[in-house]
């Protein structure tokens, strides 16, 4: 566990764990703490990448997406409990410190995009910005490259689903204004917590929750169709704020809200272990202990179907606490559904949008 006098600020996770991609991995052994600088330096790193495709079909039976888009691998917003941490390894980094502070920017994904999207064969679905890491990270504010694959899509009148806990987001509200007049576009804010001590251990590099409910306030005012997701639910932690979210988000304006349990599948599970041991020692084991109710005993189950919600007798009382707060401040409201019918493709005149 790391000492709360070593902790990094504005970071979620502490270390690395061993990566299980690689043979080697750089370690702090030598007895006079020679390597320390090097393995504690939490500068970010921007590393480009100029990858042939960026659009990724879905498979996933249970979460309901078509495509995902994902302009950004890492994100500076450091939430601890974060699924994507894992696919980090797979770009041989860590899922801990590495992923928040290496971060793979993919300057040619608006090209890339359109280039896809004049396929034969290209089925029209709705495209996740970002479905793994954050698309308005704070990098964001200067590469654009979000506001550009907005612009595409606008011009191709593809349908795009969208989720962030970043207020840039409003930044590109004409294009999303834009986007909606043509049923193109779904919004989803994800708000984790009201309670600003909590939000900002958990989720250190990302907007109050009074600014998130602001885009929700703004977003909805402006007509887009607004998902707050309330995820994840953390047992011990945030479970008993659901009614106060859902209220919150309905207040807002919000066309709908849901949520996912917490499931700490690959390295998550031991980042999230050593930073709550640190951040909240004197109920850490109960924590960890109910998040293991609801997964058969273990901190995750990757079961379809079952985990998103979980199972027993904890991750049953979160349903229904969830689903009284939906009847109770969120009845009869939906999202409008997507228009198909706009799509075009414009075989060679996809260079002149940039």
């Not at 299980?20 to 480009?48: C, I, R, W």
């Not at 804010?189 to 409910?213: C, G, W, Y």
């Not at 932690?237 to 996912?260: C, F, H, M, R, W």
Request: net charge positive.
């Amino acid at each position: 566990m790391i000492k709360a006098d070593d902790f990094l600020k504005g970071r979620g996770a502490q270390y690395n764990p061993k990566n299980p991609y690689l043979k080697q991995a750089y370690v702090a052994e030598h007895v006079e703490g020679l390597d320390e600088p090097m393995l504690s330096n939490s500068k970010t790193e921007f590393l480009p990448e100029y990858p042939k495709n960026v659009v990724n079909k879905v498979d996933s039976p249970d979460v309901g997406l078509g495509y995902s888009l994902n302009p950004y691998q890492g994100c500076e917003h450091g939430c601890v409990y974060c699924y994507a941490r894992n696919s980090h390894q797979y770009w041989g980094y860590g899922a801990g410190l590495d992923f928040e502070r290496k971060i793979i920017v993919k300057e040619n994904a608006p090209e890339v995009l359109a280039r896809q999207l004049e396929s034969p064969a290209w089925q029209v679905m709705p495209i996740m910005l970002a479905g793994n890491t954050d698309c308005y990270q704070p990098i964001e504010a200067k590469k654009r490259l979000t506001r550009r694959i907005l612009e595409v899509l606008l011009q191709y009148r593809h349908p795009v689903s969208m989720i962030t806990k970043n207020a840039l987001i409003l930044r590109d509200l004409d294009l999303l204004r834009e986007l909606n007049k043509y049923d193109l576009v779904h919004v989803s804010i994800s708000i984790t917590t009201l309670d600003e001590k909590l939000r900002q251990k958990l989720e250190p590099r990302t907007a109050s929750a009074s600014r998130r409910l602001d885009v929700v306030r703004q977003l909805s005012d402006a007509g887009i169709p607004v998902n707050v997701m309330t995820a994840p639910i953390i047992p011990g932690l945030n479970d008993s704020e659901i009614p106060a979210l859902v209220k919150a988000a309905a207040d807002a304006g919000a066309s709908n809200a849901a949520y996912t349990m917490v499931r700490l599948n690959g390295s998550i599970g031991p980042i999230f272990e050593d930073w709550i041991q640190q951040a909240f020692p004197d109920r850490a084991q109960k924590v960890l202990s109910q998040i293991a109710d609801c997964h058969g005993g273990q901190l995750n189950d990757s079961r379809f179907g079952v985990r998103m919600r979980g199972e027993g007798k904890f991750a049953d009382l979160i349903s229904k606490l969830f689903r009284v707060s939906m009847q109770k401040y969120m009845a009869g409201r939906s999202m409008k559904p997507y228009n198909y019918s706009h799509f075009c493709q414009r075989k060679g005149k996809q260079l002149g949008l940039f």
